[in-house]
């Protein structure tokens, strides 16, 4: 959950993201954080 706050430090909060694709980032980018 950490990768999250630290997303919304980065850019302003704009969940939940009207992308899939963005979507499919964050999902992939935590996992590989984890």
Do not use: H, T
């Not at 939940?16 to 979507?23: G, H, I, L």
């Amino acid at each position: 959950m950490e990768f999250l706050e630290k997303k919304a430090e980065n850019k302003p909060i704009s969940y939940p993201v009207p992308n899939d694709s963005d979507r499919r980032q964050e999902l992939e980018f935590g996992i590989l954080s984890a």
